[in-house]
């Protein structure tokens, strides 16, 4: 079966796996997982920041930020198709007990000027906006990258405003490996960043939130507890990650371009809505218009054949590629997309 429904899907290699299970590990509650600890230097030295602190998802770093740094009956800035708007569970208003600000992006990216505009005035009728988040890559823009010149611009009006910015790096990795821009580029703009282990660097768990303030360390590592995130021999986790980041990290741009070639396959496909130039890196988000099978048919169709994929509602799939998917599968799912979908394969 070819996997290209998310990058999550990647198992451990055994190289990882051994590094696992060799991994040096204590009681991460009283700070003595010697192999956390690394981790969280090694990650916060990449990034440029102070601190970084692990924990189990990026929905856990993403909500811990959004916690910080607000107040109930505040609102948050964020794109209406973020993750932390679709796939979080409501947490923001549940945990935090605030409200989401959706600002519509264009692939999920918004202006500095939609984030001029939706900062609330500082009046006593208004509610008031106490932080602004961004998300690079763009899971639901298909992979989009932030232009560092918009972060650059994004912050320059929060600052005007005081106003605090968190980045959801899920896959900011992606962002730093098909710019080649150094990671810290991107997070010197944010009070706050959390970036994912579990997707395209193949780590079975874990993700971190950074922070320059040890203030705020502090004060996350007192939430992570209240969220019950706080776990005790997690070097075992972090060893997978430290693992990924030494050996996974430069092949993402492998998955990057079989984003692309599979997006200009997709592209010449009759009934395939696609712009494969919009295809930065490993996601490929396209719509199938006037196919005589419905969406979920389609998907099921798919998978008959070897392929599975996600529908995400109206006409709209997505497809991601990742470490457990090489050349040879690209080139398979190719001959099946063009089968499935429509019109005979393609001699070569
Ligand atoms: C995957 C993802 C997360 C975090 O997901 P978890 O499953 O909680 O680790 C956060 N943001 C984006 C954009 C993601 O794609």
Redesign the pocket.
Known sequence: MIDLRSD?VTKPSEAMRAAMAHAEVGDDVYGEDPTVNRLQDMVAAMFGKRAALFVP??????QLAIRLHTQPGQEVIVEST???VR??QGAAGALAGVQLHWVTGTRGLISPEQVEAAIRPKELHTVQTGLICL?NT??SGGGSIYPLATIERIRAVAATHGMPMHL?G??LFNAAVATTLPPASYAQHFDTL?V?L??GLGAPAG?LLMMNDLALLDKAKRLRRMYGGAMRQSGVLAAAGIYALEHNLGRLKDDHDHAKRLAQRLQMIPTVRINAQDVETNIVIFDVIGHRLAPPAIVAALKQKGVLINALGGASFRAVTHMDVSSAMIDEACEIFTHVLGIEPLTH
């Open positions: 999550t998802s990026g929905t856990m770093g993403n973020a993750h932390i796939y979080e998300e763009h899971n959801d899920a896959r959390s994912c579990s997707k993700s």
